[in-house]
């Protein structure tokens, strides 16, 4: 159901690949070990989520604002490739879904750059 409230980030096909993603990964880790709730798992939650909560908070903002916020995602993205690599080392996830992750967030990366690269151009 959609709500009667919107917020124009929400149109962006970005953040909602990046909530998406989040939501994903808030699944995939919990398959993890009990013993990674505070460590591996947690860490990948929050950098997964932080991607669309940057792309939230910054949009409001001025052009070069924003490309700082996007920026942030960007870093917070590929971070989720260090985590996602560790779980995939650790056995907590297999080849293919790292595989997986590592296609969303290349998709997700990208876009993020093509909208820096479309704000810094305008």
């Given at each position: 159901m959609k709500s009667q409230y919107h917020f124009k980030f929400e149109d962006l096909k970005v953040y909602k690949k990046a909530i998406d993603f989040g939501e994903s990964i808030n699944s995939q880790v919990e398959n993890f070990p009990t013993h990674e709730v505070y460590k591996l798992s947690s860490q990948f939650i929050r950098a997964a989520d932080s991607i669309a909560l940057n792309i939230a908070e910054g949009s409001a903002s001025s052009d070069a604002n924003f490309m700082r916020y996007l920026k942030m995602a960007w870093d917070s993205a590929h971070e989720c490739v260090a985590i996602s690599t560790k779980a995939r080392l650790?056995?907590?996830i297999n080849f293919d879904e790292n595989e997986e992750n590592r296609k969303k967030i290349t998709e997700i990366s990208k876009?993020?750059?093509s909208l820096i690269k479309h704000?810094?151009?305008k």
């Open positions: 650790r056995n907590y876009m993020i750059s704000l810094k151009n």
